[in-house]
Every structure is written in structure tokens, then in C-alpha cells.
């Protein structure tokens, strides 16, 4: 074959950034993210209104990874109740994935506003987020960061189906998964104890959504101090691991047995005995009209007041990018007489059931951070530690009205630059500033 006939490379085809604002009128940034920032745009052929979701490329790896595995997966997904992608442009510097616009009120504000709310409304919304995840693992994509944040209703006419939204953190369960990534409320015990893990942490998720939507209170949560992070973490890695939650009086004295059922069903700490997806949508509560037609927005109304307007919750269901290593309290007493004794293990080696927890190393994920976590003695006996790591998500909220950058009381992530850098070999490092 003569030489002229072999390609060493081909040049990348981008979009020009004129391509972008010939086909769409940006408006105001309604919203930055970590990862990237969300905008208002309008057709300017049909004039009708879309979100625009630009990443820079210039921010890293991380956002660039983000931002093509949400292409990816987008490209692959068409349901009802998931928000689609409209379109993709990318330039030199940018990507740019235009979306519908879902104008409705998050469930929060739905339920605030109702004058009437029952089990029943509860379980409608739960169908359709139980459709959508029964939808995706039948594709084998597993969202990884199921939560109230990313249920939006579609429009604001009475009857609008809830969509979901955000799938940067999405992923193909190509075997099991390993790094840890997620908002800490909502993660399952296999994602806190560092075990391989699935489809079913979306269904653990989604069992969380359901706790609070019919009670107004999250199954898993600490009163630490606002800003006390490691111990907020700690005790409440401690309590999904150990599935410890109730449902305690009086919130749930007028919830029916049926739905206390199928909470328990998706809260199931053993993956392999939980509920899938489709196992959810066949559940009496769900199909079988047991849901109950009684008004329950009173209580449930008052402790979302209390737990989830305020800033503490706002600050606590922060989008994950670390988790911190939980060593156990002996062990950190130990290591705080001995700074040696942090020193970063293996990560690959499984570690013997007898021997304490020790800080092991761990790399992050591509398109997330990561931090050193800590888990309770024997959380990881049997399974090697694979990557420590969390993701941020953007949410669907504020999709109708701009607002600053987050900042105060918004979610925002937290990363520790120097617990962060430890976690990484020199290549892995290097490899990151690009």
C-alpha cells in the first residue's frame, strides 16, 4: 500500500460557535454548576423554549468526561418521564447539549401548594420515577444519582408527569461498578461500604425519595453542626450501612402498612434482596390501588418545613465529591496520637476481617472528585477498597427563574485539596491537569 494512502490522524470536525448562536438565542445563565452552567435558549426558527447546558472544556478532564458521558447516555435514552436531549454542538472550546424545559414546580413546592395530598399522589409520582429507572436498567444504565433535586414536573398543568433529569453521572453497567459517587442521603450500603454495585441503588434511592415524599423526613440523617461535615458523614455512612431507620410516630402513624411495605422492600441493606425496578411497579401500593386516599399533607408539610426549607438540610444534601475515610473512633484517636498511622494502603488488597480499618488510597473516578472517607470497623472485610470517590450533579432546579452561583445555603460540593492530592499517584495527577 503506498504510504500516501495511510492516515496517522484525522482532524476533529467542531461546530463553529456561530453554528450554536445561528440556530439558538442564549439568554441569561439561569444557573452555574461545577460542572457547568444552564441556560434559558430559544429556537430562533420555531421559537420555542429549551435548557442549554454548556461545559467548557478548560475547566479539565473531569467537566470534559462529564459532559461527553451525559451525551453519551442521553443519546441512548427516550422515555416519557426522562428529560430528552434535543441537540449537541461541540466547538473548540465547548460543549453545548440543548434539552427540553421543564417549566413545572419541583415535588416540594407541588406538594406545598396542593390542598389536598394523600398516599395516592405519592404513588403516582413514585410510578413514574419507578418507570423511568425500570426503563434505564433495561438498558443497563444504572443513574447513580437518583434524588428529590432531580424530579422536576414537566409543565404546570394540573395532571403533568414528573421527568427526571441530570445524567452526567449516569453509566453502563458493563459488570459491577466500584467507585463510589452520589449525594450522601440518598446512597446505598453497598456504595457507603465500598462493595461493587448496580442497578439496585437506584431502587435504594428511589425507596429514600419515597420515605420522605410520604413523611416529610429523610430515613438517614444526623444533627451534627451545620459546618461538622466529617462526623455528619460518619454517623450517617454508619446508619445506611446498618439500614437503621423507623417509622417513627407520630409521622407515620397514618401511613398504611402497604407503603411502609414498599419502602422496606427498596431500603433492603442486601442488594440481592431488594426490590427491582419492576418488582417496585408491581407492588400493591403502586398498582394495586392500596395506596390510601387519606390527607396526609398537614404532617408531611410541616416537617418538610422544617427539614428540607431550612439551610442545615440544604447544606447537608450537598451533591457529593468526596467521601471521607470513617476510621473508626479508636483508630482516629490512634492516629491522632500517631499521624504515621494515616499513611495510605493498597487499595487493591483486601483487607483482613481482624485487622482495623486503615486508610487505604484511592483514585478518582473520571468526572468526579475525590476524598479520603472513613467506614466503621468491618464495613469492608470481604471486599477489596476500590475507588473512594463522589460526583456532582447538577439539579433541575431553577429551571424557570435565574439565580446567582451557588453559594451560602445553596448544595454545593466540598473537597479538601490536601486530603484530595493525596489520593493520587503522580501519573494519575498529571493526568488531571489536562
Known amino acids: 500500500m503506498p504510504f500516501g494512502c495511510l492516515t496517522i490522524g484525522e482532524k476533529k470536525d467542531y461546530h463553529s460557535p456561530s453554528d450554536v448562536t445561528d440556530k439558538y438565542d442564549l439568554g441569561q445563565i439561569v444557573k452555574s454548576e461545577e460542572f457547568c452552567e444552564i441556560f434559558r435558549a430559544k429556537d430562533r426558527t420555531t421559537m420555542k423554549m429549551y435548557t442549554c447546558k454548556k461545559f467548557l472544556k478548560k475547566d479539565g478532564r473531569k467537566v470534559r468526561k462529564a459532559a461527553k458521558n451525559e451525551i453519551a447516555i442521553l443519546k441512548m435514552v427516550k422515555h416519557p418521564n426522562i428529560l430528552q436531549l ?13 434539552l427540553e424545559l421543564a417549566t413545572g414546580r419541583e415535588v416540594f413546592d407541588w406538594i406545598l401548594d396542593q390542598g389536598y395530598y394523600s398516599e395516592r399522589d405519592t404513588s403516582n ?69 465500598r462493595q461493587r454495585y448496580g442497578r439496585p441503588v437506584d431502587c435504594w434511592a428511589t425507596g429514600v ?66 426490590l427491582t425496578a419492576q418488582e417496585a411497579i408491581n407492588h400493591e401500593w403502586i398498582s394495586g390501588g392500596a395506596a390510601s386516599d387519606k390527607n396526609i399533607k398537614e404532617n408531611v408539610c410541616a416537617q418538610i418545613e422544617k ?41 487493591t488488597a483486601p483487607q483482613a476481617a481482624a485487622d482495623p480499618p486503615a486508610p487505604s488510597s484511592a483514585t478518582a473516578p ?24 463522589a460526583g456532582v450533579a447538577p439539579s433541575a432546579e431553577d429551571q424557570q427563574q435565574p439565580s446567582p452561583a451557588p453559594h451560602g445555603d445553596e448544595p454545593t460540593s466540598r473537597c479538601n485539596g490536601e486530603a484530595s492530592a493525596a489520593l493520587h499517584t503522580p501519573a494519575e495527577a498529571g493526568d488531571e491537569q489536562g
Not at 150 to 165: A, F, G, M, T
Not at 371 to 376: F, G, I, K, Y
Open 86 to 98: 434535543v441537540d449537541v454542538f461541540e466547538t473548540k472550546k465547548e460543549y453545548f447539549l440543548f
Open 307 to 347: 427539614n428540607f426549607a431550612r439551610a442545615k438540610w440544604k447544606k447537608a444534601v450537598r451533591v457529593t465529591t468526596i467521601m471521607k475515610r470513617l476510621r473508626a473512633p479508636e483508630h482516629s484517636d490512634a492516629k491522632a496520637a500517631n499521624p504515621a498511622a494515616g499513611a495510605p494502603a493498597d487499595s
Open 209 to 274: 425519595i419515597t420515605y420522605i415524599l410520604l413523611s416529610g423526613n429523610p430515613p438517614f440523617y444526623d444533627e451534627t453542626d451545620d459546618d461538622d461535615y466529617e462526623n455528619h458523614d460518619k454517623n450517617l455512612f454508619r446508619k445506611i450501612l446498618a439500614g437503621d431507620y423507623e417509622f417513627d410516630s407520630p409521622y407515620w402513624d397514618e401511613i398504611s402498612d402497604s407503603a411502609k411495605s414498599l419502602v422496606a422492600r427498596l431500603m433492603e441493606v442486601d442488594q440481592d434482596q431488594r
Open 125 to 193: 409520582v413514585v410510578r413514574q420515577v419507578l418507570e423511568a429507572v425500570a426503563y434505564l436498567h433495561s438498558l443497563h444504565i444504572v443513574h447513580r444519582n437518583l434524588k428529590l433535586e432531580n424530579l422536576v414536573y414537566y409543565n404546570r398543568l394540573k395532571n403533568s408527569k414528573i421527568v427526571i433529569s441530570d445524567f452526567h453521572l449516569a453509566k453502563l453497567e458493563n459488570g459491577l461498578i466500584k467507585e463510589p459517587c452520589g449525594t450522601p442521603e440518598y446512597l446505598a450500603p453497598e456504595v457507603v461500604g
Open 366 to 389: 473520571e468526572g468526579s472528585t475525590a476524598l479520603a472517607t472513613e467506614l466503621p470497623a468491618g464495613a469492608e472485610k470481604s471486599q477489596p477498597a476500590p475507588e473512594a470517590s
